[in-house]
């Protein structure tokens, strides 16, 4: 839609890199702005839902797998994680409220648009690692139950990576300022699940063994009272072994569980 609505002087220096925006002025003449702007609030709620949702559930898997910080991995009386519920959301009003200034071009912004640029291609990483996490599974584990599958397999998770890994590599290698950066913010945390992991090692008795706690049958903090057989929702974030990173993914009111090797 960008190539066929406007020429490519256009797309190159459409202002504040908004091409879409662009577009849809050139569309709409007078109402492109508004327009963009309703649009992506529409887009925004979306996103907020599933990330308070998806979110503070992987705080609590952390948690339980004394990854984390011990209250996280506690439900409240409406057997939700509210502890990282509330933690979650102190964090995302430091990184949304505070301003910058770039004094060579006289602009305000916020610190969130900096860290986006930053993070977006590591969170690119991951994501290609959840869908190496399909294969991998489907490998070791044939006979699990699956009551998702993921549709066109392999050619479409196949697709994804592909398509994925073309993505970063072309923003490593066109924007290294904001891809290298974004890397090292997220090996900072290494040295965190480094210490937590040895001190979980040094504790007795050792990690908790996937098959005790499955048979733990800790409280599901997705599961509402009175559900039917846990089986046919999503299988328990607190009952994912430790080799294994719950990642949540809501959709249309449906949920499903995938699961990435570490």
């Given amino acids: 839609?960008?190539?066929?609505?406007?020429?490519?002087?256009?797309?190159?220096?459409?202002?504040?890199?908004?091409?879409?925006?662009?577009?849809?002025?050139?569309?709409?003449?007078?109402l492109g702005r508004d327009l963009?702007?309703?649009?992506?609030?529409?887009?925004?709620?979306?996103?907020?839902?599933?990330?308070?949702?998806?979110?503070?559930?992987?705080?609590?898997?952390?948690?339980?797998?004394?990854?984390?910080?011990?209250?996280?991995?506690?439900?409240?009386?409406?057997?939700?994680?509210?502890?990282?519920?509330?933690?979650q959301g102190i964090w995302s009003l430091v990184l949304v409220l505070p301003r910058t200034y770039n004094p060579k071009t006289g602009a305000y912004g916020n610190l969130y648009s900096n860290l986006l640029d930053y993070v977006i291609s590591a969170a690119l990483i991951f994501y290609v690692l959840t869908i190496v996490g399909l294969f991998r599974l489907r490998k070791v584990r044939p006979d699990a139950e699956r009551p998702y599958r993921t549709l066109g397999y392999p050619v479409v998770p196949a697709l994804y990576i592909l398509g994925?890994?073309?993505?970063?590599?072309?923003?490593?290698?066109?924007?290294?300022?904001?891809?290298?950066?974004?890397?090292?913010?997220?090996?900072c945390g290494?040295?965190?699940?480094?210490?937590?992991?040895?001190?979980?090692?040094?504790?007795?008795?050792?990690?908790?063994?996937?098959?005790?706690?499955?048979?733990?049958?800790?409280p599901h903090p997705l599961r509402s009272r009175g559900s039917a057989d846990w089986r046919h929702g999503v299988q328990g974030v607190s009952e994912a072994p430790r080799s294994f990173r719950a990642r949540v993914n809501f959709s249309g009111g449906c949920c499903m569980l995938a699961r990435t090797v570490v």
């Fill in 1 to 30: 839609a960008y190539l066929v609505t406007l020429p490519l002087s256009s797309i190159q220096n459409a202002p504040y890199d908004c091409v879409a925006t662009a577009t849809l002025q050139a569309i709409f003449p007078g």
């Fill in 36 to 87: 963009m702007a309703i649009a992506i609030m529409i887009s925004t709620f979306g996103c907020i839902n599933s990330l308070v949702l998806a979110g503070p559930r992987a705080y609590y898997a952390m948690a339980r797998d004394r990854l984390f910080f011990r209250p996280a991995g506690r439900l409240n009386q409406a057997r939700v994680p509210g502890w990282s519920i509330w933690v």
């Fill in 164 to 187: 994925a890994t073309a993505i970063l590599l072309a923003l490593f290698a066109y924007r290294p300022y904001t891809t290298w950066p974004g890397l090292l913010i997220v090996l």
């Fill in 190 to 218: 290494a040295p965190v699940y480094g210490l937590l992991s040895r001190r979980l090692r040094a504790r007795p008795g050792g990690p908790p063994s996937p098959d005790r706690e499955a048979r733990r049958r800790c």
